[in-house]
């Protein structure tokens, strides 16, 4: 079972030109795109946040199941669903702003335990920035670390939620020991201010960095390095690529055996070849259709 933790919410995606085109709403939020994308290609998940009693929530949780995805552990709430406006530049990639407070998943609290079965934890986003449900997240991470799970983290910087950035940046350093694989973005690794190499010295057994359509790239602690080009596409927007490719990485390290910190630093270089490959091509797909699309297994092919 591969837990996902961290937010729901609704994307307000324009259909058209201009700050008054019309907006489409579409499920969405970083850990819950990761959930169903988990889901879409076969693998055991659940999710582990908490959602609106709203119409919006309800929509969320039909998502989620509709995707095969355990949602027994969500927590409900009266409050409304945040929403995230996106608008979308020339070539395909998505900006937000948001409307948070006073919404559901912020009020979040740690559960007791995780389901029976759990072999991973998935964290990002949003989720670890608003509190007071970021602090009950990382203390999930923490908890989920010091049991032996793997532990996966995708920051995914939303700058405009961020109201003291170093003190986050001070936090983000002070999660890395909890954290086995680190997944970021070449934008957010560069908010951040650090590199892999410091980051693989503070704890995670690799990092992995992605490109957009140049590739992704591991760093591991070994001193190697893995990269990848990416796959060609016809882009129509970028929403819920890097989600894409956080499922498919815990969904190929879960073919693979490597859902632990000792099998993650024994992966070979064809292991990671494959590994990326595959990340590469599920977020293509993700690309090339309007809003948070992942692809189903049988549209990827094996690993």
Known sequence: MIVVAGEALIDLVPQGPGALAALKPALGGGPYNTAVALGRLGSRTAFCSRTSHDAFGEALLDGLRRAGVNVSGVQRGAEPTTLAVATIDDGGSAAY??????????????????????????????SLVLEPGASAYEELMRAASGQGLFTALDPNIRAGLIPDADAYRARFKNWLPSVTLLKLSAEDAEWLGGSPREWLA?????????????????????????????EKVAVVDTIGAGDTVNAALLHGLSALGALSEEALGALTTEGWTRLLRFAARAAAITC???????PFAAELGGL
């Open 288 to 294: 090339s259709r309007a809003g948070a699309e992942p």
């Open 97 to 126: 702003s948001f409307y948070v407070d006073g919404t559901a998943d912020r009020l979040f609290t740690a559960p007791g335990a995780l389901p029976a079965g759990t072999r991973a934890v998935s964290f990002g986003t949003c």
């Open 202 to 230: 503070a704890g995670p057994a690799a990092v992995v960095v992605t490109r957009g359509g140049d590739g992704l790239t591991a760093f591991t602690r070994d001193g190697a390095e893995y990269s990848v080009p990416g």
